[in-house]
C-alpha cells in the first residue's frame, strides 16, 4: 500500500489529516491523489450532489478593498450600482431557479455589512421567498452581529455564507480594510444564531499551498462543511487584474487535497469554474460535490440546465446536504 492509499484508508476509519500530512499530500501525483479522494467523498458523501444558485442582491462601490473584486470602489471596473433588490424580483428569481431544479438560492450584497433597515428589508423578502417558492435561502449580507443573524433565521434562512477567502497570513495581502479575525467572529455570531455556515476561499491570491491548507484548517476547527472553492477570475480594473489563471490540474490538486482534510464535507465549485475547459468535470472526479450555477456574482457561469446535465452524467443525484 502506497502512502496516498494509507491515507486514504486512515482517514476512511475515521482518522484527521494533519497539516504535515496534508504537505506530503499535495505533493504526490493527482493520478495517485484524485481517485483517492473520489473515493473519500463516495464513502462520506454518497452521490449527494449539492447545487445552489446566487444572486447579486445589492450591487457595486463597496467600501472594502478586497483586491480581486470588481465591486470594490477601490477597483476601476464597469460595474451596476443599485441599492437592496425589492421582493417582487428576488422571489420571481428564486422561483426561476426552483422550477429548474436549484435547492438553494443565495442572496449575496455588496458592502462591508448591510445596515439594520437593510437586514430588515432582506428579511422581509425571505419571508416571500420561503411562502412561495420551496426553495432553501442562504444569506451572504457581510459582518453582521449576532442578533441580526437570528432575525434571518426567523425569516427562513437556513446558511450564512461568509469566505474566509484564504489564510490567516495571507488575507492582509488581499485586504486591509476588514480583519481574519473579523470574519471568524462573524462566522461564530451566525452560529450561535443556529445557523449553518458556508465559508471557504479563492484559489490564485498569490497564495502557497501550505495557505491553502491553512484555511481549511481553520474552516475545520470552525465545524464548518459546506466550503466553496473559487478560482480568480483577474478582471480588468481590479489589483489582479495580471494574475496567472490556475490550471485544471491545480484546480483538482486542491480539490482532492481539501477532501482529505474535510471528508464529510459539501466542496463546491464557485466562481471561476466556467474559466476552466471542462467546466469542472475533473474536479468532480476528486472530490468535490458541490457547485454554485447559473451566473456569479459580477461574470458569467454555467447553465443550471448544463449542470444537471453533467450531474446526470456522473451519476450525481441533486440534495442538500450538510443542511
Known sequence: ???????????????????????????????????AANEIRKHFCGNNFDICAIINGKGGRCSENCKYCAQSAFSITKIDEYSLLDTETLVKQAQYNAERGVLRYSIVTSAKKLSEQEVNQACESIRAIRNETGIAVCASFGLLAEEQFKKLKEAGVSRVHNNLETSRRNFPNVCTTHSYDEKIETIKAAQRAGLNVCSGGIMGLGETMEDRIDMVLTIRELGIRSIPVNMLNPIPGTPYENVKKLTNEDMCRIVAVFRFLVPNASIRLAGGRGLLP?????????????????DMLTTSGISIEQDLKLLKELGYKAALWNE
Open 1 to 35: 500500500m502506497n502512502r496516498i492509499q494509507h491515507y486514504k484508508e486512515n482517514v476512511i476509519n475515521g482518522a484527521s489529516i494533519t497539516k504535515d500530512e496534508a504537505m506530503l499530500i499535495a505533493g504526490a501525483p493527482l493520478e495517485e491523489i484524485c481517485p
Open 278 to 294: 471542462d467546466k469542472g468535470l475533473k474536479c468532480f472526479q476528486s472530490g468535490a460535490n458541490a457547485a454554485i450555477s447559473g
